[in-house]
């Protein structure tokens, strides 16, 4: 299986604690997105990195979340302090684009967060 | 703020009929679009895509209608198939990068055999 892939599926912790998921693009793509989705929604923009370099970030993302994608390759989300209002489900895609242009995007199956 | 809106939480067509699913966006800068189609479970999958040069788009069974002036796209299926049942999201990507999608919160279609 070439697809994205993400680790864990599922995720339940407590309020309070860190957690941090991982995602596996598809190889050979440069450009890799989170997202979130909670119930009802759309997925929600996060945060991308081409390559290595994580070039934009949504005002969603507050200073408890933090990304990193070293070497260009997988990429982890992490999590501290985890709060009620941050479970949701966490959407990790990838692509293969070149200067703005409009590319589809892969998503992985997602790593569903349950804070209690 | 939603940037690109779907108004229908919920759709049923019988097998076989056509499915209209409708998306409207607020932002004239938007000049690309896609749909996604989402099984319980699994992320979604890109289904068909349309630049604003054109104002139709069809692959096999599916086809993507756009409506500039009305802000306005829409996909049709026809025939519509139970497989197609699933969570369908538009889409537009923010026009300055290109990177960013904005997506619509949602239609579920329902296709009864």
């Known amino acids: 299986d070439t697809g994205v892939s993400q680790d864990p599926r599922h995720k339940i912790t407590k309020r309070g604690q860190n957690v941090t998921f991982r995602c596996d693009p598809i190889s050979e793509h440069n450009r890799l997105y989170w997202y979130r989705q909670t119930l009802g929604q759309g997925p929600e923009f996060l945060t ?59 998503f992985g199956p997602g790593t569903r967060l349950t804070v209690l | 703020d939603q940037q690109v809106k779907q108004n229908s939480p919920s759709l049923s067509v019988q097998e076989g009929r056509i499915s209209i699913l409708n998306c409207d966006y607020t932002n004239s800068m938007f000049d690309y679009f896609l749909w996604y189609k989402k099984y319980p479970a699994e992320g979604p999958t890109f289904l068909i895509s349309i630049s604003s040069i054109k104002d139709k788009n ?56």
């Not at chain 1, 949504?58 to 979340?65: A, T, Y």
């Not at chain 2, 796209?73 to 999608?101: E, K, M, W």
């Open chain 1, 48 to 106: 991308y990195f081409q390559n290595e370099a994580q070039l934009e970030k949504s005002r969603l993302l507050s200073d408890r979340f933090s990304a990193e994608r070293p070497k260009g390759s997988f990429s982890t989300l992490e999590i501290q302090r985890t709060e009620q209002g941050d479970s949701a489900m966490y959407l990790c895609a990838s692509s293969w684009a070149s200067g703005s242009s409009y590319n589809e995007q892969f």
């Open chain 2, 58 to 113: 069809e692959d096999g069974r599916f086809t993507v209608f756009l409506n500039k002036s009305a802000k306005h796209l829409s996909l049709h299926i026809v025939p519509s198939q139970p497989g197609d049942s699933a969570v369908y999201f538009c889409a537009a990507p923010r026009s300055n990068t290109g990177n960013q999608f904005y997506f619509g919160t949602g239609t579920s279609l329902t296709v009864i055999p």
